[in-house]
């Protein structure tokens, strides 16, 4: 953790390298790029869409004041920006130079770039959904490849809604690609934001290595609450998480989970008993990601399967609670269960992440390590749970082998 040395004048801005989720009880939860977990309450959004863009400690307290000066929230609020100052997450804007990690990392953007599979998919896509004189929200525009195509099909109105620091630079792109006279940038997180009018087209390309961690169901039930006509389109218009068993190399099994089965081999190495350092450990599976050149390198145990589907322009809820039983062909050991995604973008258009099929992807892929190799019978399956948003329920995924005819 850093320290700032703080003053009214003193200018602060989100950094570039921290998530943002919702726990079960509606309060936002920052993964701080000081490796922390901090709960910054149910107006978490509100607080941080105030230093997006960057503003003086004077003006955000004067605001605060204005807003909330007569109410019990004032005090509870300071001490959420004191939080996100002392843990990384609010820092001192630099002399006007660019962040070098997370989503305001050219570097990242130049990757999806780099992936044109991915970005000719999505353009195709846009290309066939869009009508002329639409009005379309660009969800987490980013480097504004997606804006500027929109407006070039014809969008009467483009409005591209960027939160980090990469906003800067779209309304560069936007400038050299001659859009500036359909394409509006709005910096901010799009559940603060309000447009000028309704829009009849959304693309939210916000999935995430995990499929759900860049939260496009929140972000797309707000968007459809508040900023799409009824009947909008959507790009893409659903999702579907994928499942798949997986024998992971030994060195590289090691290196993500441990269970019962390293503990006897530290035994036998050291003569040490680290029993209390299992007794602490996940019981379930531990998530990782991995570059998709690297698991097409790992041998898959049986086919893919469907884990669970959301009809993006119809879902209530921004939770999902699903199983899938994973066949393991042949019959043997399953050590870890890659979870990637198909998203159906428009009039037959897909976009699979498929490392098998094609290794090469901006996007790395998600695997959920057992912490200990389950043996899966012929007459069985391993059932994969996910869980998200759950009331009751860990976000993630969990296994038990199951009697293929049981149920």
Do not use: C
Request: hydrophobic residues 45%; negative net charge; proline residues 8%.
């Amino acid at each position: 953790m850093s320290e700032i040395s703080l003053s009214p004048d003193t200018v602060l801005r989100l950094a570039p390298n921290f998530r943002t989720r919702l726990d079960g009880a509606g309060h936002v939860i920052v993964d701080s790029p000081a490796g922390t977990v901090v709960d910054i309450g149910p107006r978490g959004f509100a607080i941080l869409s105030m230093f997006s863009p960057p503003v003086t400690l004077g003006d955000a307290l004067d605001r605060l004041e204005a807003e909330l000066g007569g109410s019990t929230e004032f005090a509870p609020t300071m001490s959420v920006v004191n939080m996100l100052i002392e843990e990384d997450t609010l820092i001192a804007s630099a002399d006007g130079r660019v962040p070098v990690s997370g989503w305001a990392d050219p570097i990242e953007h130049a990757r999806m770039l780099h992936d044109d599979r991915r970005t000719r998919d999505f353009i195709a896509a846009l290309t066939a959904a869009v009508r002329p004189g639409d009005v379309v929200l660009d969800i987490g525009t980013g480097s504004g490849v997606l804006a500027v195509a929109l407006a070039r099909a014809g969008a009467r109105r483009v409005y591209a809604v960027e939160a980090s620091d990469i906003a800067a630079v779209a309304a560069r792109v936007f400038e050299a690609n001659g859009v500036t006279d359909r394409v509006t940038l709005i910096p901010g997180w799009s559940r603060q934001v309000e447009l000028p009018e309704r829009a009849d087209l959304l693309v939210a390309e916000i999935i995430g290595n995990e499929p759900l961690e860049e939260e496009i169901l929140e972000t797309t039930l707000d968007a459809r609450r508040r900023l799409l006509k009824p009947g909008a389109r959507l790009v893409p218009r659903a999702l579907e998480l994928l499942a798949r068993p997986l024998l992971l190399p030994e060195a590289e099994f090691r290196q993500r989970a441990f269970g019962r089965t390293a503990v006897e081999r530290w035994r036998d190495l050291y003569g040490m008993d680290f029993q209390p350092l299992l007794d602490v450990a996940s019981k379930d599976p531990v998530y990782s990601v991995a570059e998709g050149e690297v698991v097409a390198t790992w041998p898959p145990t049986g086919p893919p399967a469907v884990l669970a589907s959301v009809n993006l322009t119809t879902f209530q809820e921004a939770s999902v609670h699903a199983f899938t039983d994973l066949l393991v062909d042949p019959p043997g050991p399953v050590n870890a269960v890659a979870v990637t995604f198909r998203a159906l973008l428009h009039d037959g258009i897909v976009h699979t992440l498929d490392p098998w099929k094609w290794p090469s992807s901006s996007w790395a892929t998600s695997v959920w390590v057992l912490p200990e190799p389950v043996d899966v019978g012929p007459e069985y399956a391993l059932r994969a749970y996910y869980h998200r948003r759950v009331p009751g329920e860990p976000d993630g995924l969990t296994v038990e082998v199951v009697n293929r005819g049981a149920d």
